[in-house]
Nanobody, 128 residues
Framework: EVQLVESGGGLVQPGRSLRLSCAAS????????MGWFRQAPGKEREGVATIYTGSRSTYYADSVKGRFFISLDDPSNTMSLLMSSLNSEDTAKYYC?????????????????????WGQGTQVTVSS
């Protein structure tokens, strides 16, 4: 079992930055892939950014490319998402996820089916 706890959400003005963190604990060695997802009211959950824990290969949704940056800190078993140039479209609840994904997976990189562990989420609201 893997436990994931997100932090860092809040209210931020448009154009500003925010960093989300996800602390992982438990049997993290059973996973090789982590990511961030978000869900806004009335919308489907969407993959935002993902990263392989070994190679550090990353994948981003087109809507956040060039603005968001996903990273890992091994000593603390923490994954971060640095979000810049935020706008109202980024308002959502953000979820941390972990799983195991082979390079030849039939699921696309940002597909939620790659993940079987999820955090409780942290709310991000972008508003002036």
């Amino acid at each position: 079992e893997v436990q994931l706890v997100e932090s860092g959400g809040g209210l931020v003005q448009p154009g500003r930055s925010l960093r989300l963190s996800c602390a992982a604990s438990g049997y993290t060695y059973s996973t090789n892939y982590m990511g961030w997802f978000r869900q806004a009211p009335g919308k489907e959950r969407e993959g935002v950014a993902t990263i392989y824990t070994g190679s550090r290969s990353t994948y981003y949704a087109d809507s956040v490319k060039g603005r968001f940056f996903i990273s890992l800190d091994d000593p603390s078993n923490t994954m971060s998402l640095l979000m810049s140039s935020l706008n109202s479209e980024d308002t959502a609840k953000y979820y941390c996820a972990a799983g195991f994904r082979d390079k030849g997976s039939k699921y696309s990189a940002l597909n939620a089916l790659n993940f079987n562990y999820w955090g409780q989420g942290t709310q991000v609201t972008v508003s002036s």
